[in-house]
Each structure stands twice: as structure tokens, then as C-alpha cells.
């Protein structure tokens, strides 16, 4: 069989986190996905390799989830079928003002983290905001929503606005979900 392989670049800080306590979280990627991790942690290089494919774009789907601020919990999330994950690049919104970026990162985060966590909620998502980055985990459907959520934030939009229109799609979606359960139960 081929060999295939990914290499990362994960920042110095969350090196220790992906290689877990006593190397747990590295050992429990690998067993799951059925593929090998060698980390250089002064670098933060990270090469995955093995002969199954999705295994390792499911190994580099988490690893690059716990490098953009994650914690392993939900990073270990996107191993389960449906789950995906998103980052949005700060700075192709504002560009690389230090001042506009922190202003914009606010925006997101909200007081006291209650954006965040009202967009999680209302999504069923979860959310982590690192450095230039943004980044979502949840199912594919769910994923979609609050990144568009997020995006009509960083070009301006009113928070209101985003509830009201997240608020919607959720009562959709619910409704998508009560039709889904009814249709099969009723076959």
C-alpha cells in the first residue's frame, strides 16, 4: 500500500496540548485514525502519516483544530461522521491593523464571551477565537450558519441583526429536524 502524509505547522503553545498528558491525546488520535504523529516541539512541525486516507484528513482535521485553540475534547468531535471544521482568517476582513483587529476580535468574543457563546448556542456549534483566526466546530449544516453569523459581524453588522437572523435559521432547522424524525418514523 502507499504511504501518505501531511505536515503542519503548529504554534509553540499548542504543542504540549496536542501531545496531551504523558502523550495521550497524540496516542488517541493515532489509535483512531489509525495513523502515525511525529511532532518536533521546538518547531511545531507536526507530520502525520499512514496508509488510510481518511483517517489521516480526520488526524489533520484535529490537529489543526487543537492548533487554532481548541480543546482536545472538541477537536476529537470532528472524528465523528458529519462533523467539520471551519476557520475564518481575521484578516481578510480588516487586514492587519493591530488596533482594528482587536476591535473586531471583540465584536466576536463579546462581553464577558457572551457573542461567542450566543452564536454556539443558537448553532449548536463551538467556537474559539486565536490569534488571526476564527475557528468553528460542529456539524456540517451548523457550521455553515454560524460562519456565515460570524462573517456578517466582521463586515459590520449589527449584533441584533445576527441574533434575529440566527434565531430564524434555528427554528428552520428545528423544523427540518421534526419533518426528518416524522418522515422516517411514519415510512
Keep these: 500500500m502507499t504511504e501518505y502524509s501531511y505536515e503542519l505547522k503548529v504554534p509553540k503553545d499548542r504543542v504540549a ?35 488510510d486516507t481518511l483517517g489521516l484528513f480526520s488526524a489533520r482535521e484535529v490537529i489543526r483544530a487543537i492548533s487554532r485553540g481548541f480543546n482536545p475534547e472538541i477537536a476529537i468531535l470532528l472524528l465523528k461522521q458529519d462533523y467539520i471544521f471551519e476557520m475564518i482568517n481575521i484578516t481578510e476582513y480588516v487586514g492587519k491593523s493591530k488596533n482594528h483587529m482587536m476591535r473586531v476580535k471583540g465584536r466576536i468574543i463579546g462581553t464577558d464571551g457572551k457573542c461567542r457563546r450566543t452564536i454556539e448556542d443558537l448553532t449548536e456549534t463551538y467556537i474559539c477565537v486565536y490569534g488571526k483566526t476564527i475557528g468553528i466546530v460542529g456539524q456540517a449544516h451548523n457550521v455553515t450558519i454560524a460562519r456565515r453569523a460570524i462573517e456578517n459581524l466582521l463586515k459590520g453588522s449589527l449584533h441584533s441583526s445576527v441574533y434575529t437572523w440566527l434565531e430564524k435559521n434555528r427554528k428552520m432547522l428545528k423544523s427540518d429536524e421534526l419533518f426528518d424524525v416524522g418522515m422516517k418514523e411514519g415510512e
Design 17 to 51: 496540548v496536542l501531545i496531551g498528558k504523558g502523550g495521550k491525546i497524540k496516542a488517541e488520535i493515532e489509535e483512531t485514525t489509525n495513523s502515525r504523529i511525529k511532532i518536533d516541539s521546538k518547531e511545531g512541525d507536526v507530520t502525520v502519516s499512514g496508509e
